[in-house]
């Protein structure tokens, strides 16, 4: 079942660029690393490393890579299952590709995967500042439940509190 098939959630948005049809989405590998760190280091000024997705993937965390057309990579996602719940710790579009409905794209994929697994809650944590991804996850129908405080680094040695958000699956 996807969001489209539940009630009282917003339809996902349709695919605006022929780009978006022909997407699919495919197990994340080692050997795809270097690609992904560079949209992740061009996405983020504090990026995950290679030894966060390598332990990621060694750890057997649901890990995606979302390719469009050629194999362009369009963004990716990880994901840490747990007793009857789902922890999205990194979604990523690659910014030239931002704008399109790829992240919807992937939340439906991965909110699909969570209930094969039995998850009940999907669960994550977004910068307090990040106000274009705490709209796609309001819109999608996670409920801010909570804040981390200090919780991601910032800039000039700081810290920036985390938004904890939750999906009823």
Known sequence: MNRN????R???M???TEQAAVRR???????????ILVVETTAYEFPWTRGNFIDSLHAGYLARVLLGERDALLGY???MPGPA???????TVAPAHQGQGHAWYMLDALVDAARAEGALQLWLEVRQGNRRAREVYERYGFENVGVRRR???AAGGTREDAIVMSLAL
Request: avoid cysteine; hydrophobic fraction near 45%.
């Open 10 to 12: 917003l339809p996902v």
């Open 25 to 35: 989405l495919v197990p994340m590998t080692v050997a795809q690393l270097d690609r």
């Open 5 to 8: 098939d539940t009630p009282g």
């Open 85 to 91: 719940e789902m922890h999205l710790l990194n979604i």
């Open 151 to 153: 919780y991601y680094p």
């Open 14 to 16: 349709a695919p605006r």
């Open 77 to 79: 996602f990880v994901a």
